[in-house]
């Protein structure tokens, strides 16, 4: 399934698919999203197509290739979206994201990625339509995107590997 010229949304749980859709229902563009089957999602917009319960190695090929990744979380919970952001920002992607503090110490708004309110469907159809339209944009927030991730958490993964592997010998 090669998809070409896509927005990517995904993640295991407490994502806000209801936002998005509104956001993107009458935009001239297609979105992918990769979720549990856990997640509620109900009346799917005909741009939107949607997967469950894929393999990780699916997720990241799709993420990968999409020209927007958004992470778009709804509630405020101890865990969630890091791992998504991380890979977004390893893989060089522009983001658009929730405003929502466990994932906005990762990235920074209008250099690494844009932000928005969680709920406000406006300015995420407003963000969406600029980086789409923006080439210039999006491949600068994805060079900043992928530095702020290999200047701040490559090295410290190393090192987690580096001491993990001292400990066991």
Partial sequence: MPFKNYIFAGGFTNRDYETLFKAGKDLPYKFVIICSALNNIYDIPENFT???DTSSVYFNYVMKNAD??????????????QMAILTAMAFGKAIIYTDNPTINHYVSDNLSGLMYESGNHE?????????MGNQVLRENLSKSAYHQYKDNYIKHIEWEEISHFISQN
């Fill in 123 to 131: 300015i995420l159809k407003s963000h969406l339509k600029k980086l």
């Fill in 68 to 81: 927007i990744v958004v992470i778009n979380l709804k509630d405020i919970v101890g865990s969630s979206g």
């Fill in 50 to 52: 949607v997967y469950y």
